[in-house]
């Protein structure tokens, strides 16, 4: 009983000291891998001790009837970071619904479920080209590096294809609903682009999560100003966006609620739904329908990660990448959306 309330309180101590803008971004990464040495127990990084399925905690993120991205936001190129793949008319608008995202990255003791519960073997998790291409040709059945990052339970999964992305959604959806977390008319899925950019820019439209100004003299997030070289726990900067949890929310309490949004910026680039295209496109009226999800075309990628600089890692940079790649720097996170 002694060593157990004491291994409470370290928790405890290191969860708060996490919350300080004081430290460093090594020292926020050597709690981190206490954290995990320990079992790290922060809400929304782990697992149900019961159920053993993921427990994602989920932002609310309000509805927007007339949203404007990229260039759009602002009426006119950024005059800093102007970039011709954000292009957006000023008076272009899109209709986005109100929906949840969850707080961190999906993790690797998250993405274990997937993989002991046999997510690689049940072929109705995959998109046929998902399964021509994991399960067909390469025979695979967990991420890339997996021996390595299984000993990082509380970084965000890495390697993982938009292909394994899309089936870990889809096999989410069919558990939390079996286990009643999630009723019917929910699903699990990716984000669209529009989603993710809307919640990483927070109410106020800023470049970073934080603002409109890069720090000088401190790391805000793992890039590479951080000087980290490789994914960090998740979660361990406090400089997010402000979602405020129920304030004339037009969703309902769920469990594991949050208004915090963590690592949008660097740690790792994270999958959308969305389909590439060269000018800012607007949104699909449903990107996770059997048909747009079908094929080989290129795939969103959002948030930059631990390689890379400040341009990269703003709220409205946008990538992709073919959904059959992987790499130690793709990583995806959850919506919760009613369908």
Wanted: a neutral charge; glycine letters at 10%; charged letters at 25%.
């Amino acid at each position: 009983p002694v060593a157990i309330a004491l291994l409470r309180r370290t928790r405890g101590w290191l969860k708060r000291f996490l919350a300080s803008k004081q430290l460093e971004a090594r020292e926020r990464v050597e709690i981190g891998n206490v954290l995990n040495g320990i079992g790290d127990d922060r809400s929304g990084v782990g697992v149900d001790k019961d159920t053993k399925l993921p427990a994602m905690a989920w932002v609310p993120i309000p509805g927007n009837p007339a949203l404007k991205l990229g260039d759009g936001l602002r009426g006119e190129p950024d005059p800093e970071f102007a970039e011709q793949n954000e292009r957006w008319e000023s008076k272009a608008t899109l209709t986005v619904e109100a929906f949840y995202l969850s707080s961190y990255p999906v993790t690797v003791a998250q993405y274990r479920a997937f993989v002991e519960d046999g997510g690689y073997e049940q072929r109705s998790w995959w998109t046929q080209a998902g399964w021509s291409e994991v399960r067909e040709k390469q025979k695979r059945s967990v991420p890339e590096d997996w021996d390595e990052q299984a000993r990082l339970a509380n970084h965000p999964v890495t390697g993982v294809s938009w292909h394994e992305a899309v089936a870990y959604s889809r096999w989410l959806t069919a558990r939390l609903r079996e286990s009643g977390q999630l009723k019917e008319g929910w699903i699990i899925r990716l984000p669209m682009e529009a989603e993710w950019e809307w919640a990483a820019r927070g109410p106020k439209g800023t470049r970073w999560p934080w603002g409109d100004e890069w720090p000088k003299d401190a790391a805000y997030c793992n890039n590479r100003d951080a000087d980290i070289g490789r994914t960090s726990a998740v979660g361990l900067f406090p400089w997010v966006s402000d979602w405020l949890v129920g304030k004339e929310s037009e969703l309902p309490s769920i469990p594991l609620q949050t208004d915090r949004l963590h690592d949008q910026s660097g740690n790792v680039w994270e999958w959308c739904a969305t389909k590439w295209q060269g000018e800012y496109p607007l949104p699909n009226p449903n990107e996770w329908s059997d048909t747009y999800l079908s094929g080989d075309a290129r795939r969103v990628l959002r948030g930059g990660s631990w390689g890379y600089g400040a341009r990269v890692v703003r709220a409205a940079c946008r990538s992709r990448d073919v959904p059959g790649i992987r790499f130690g720097i793709l990583g995806f996170r959850c919506a919760r959306v009613h369908s």
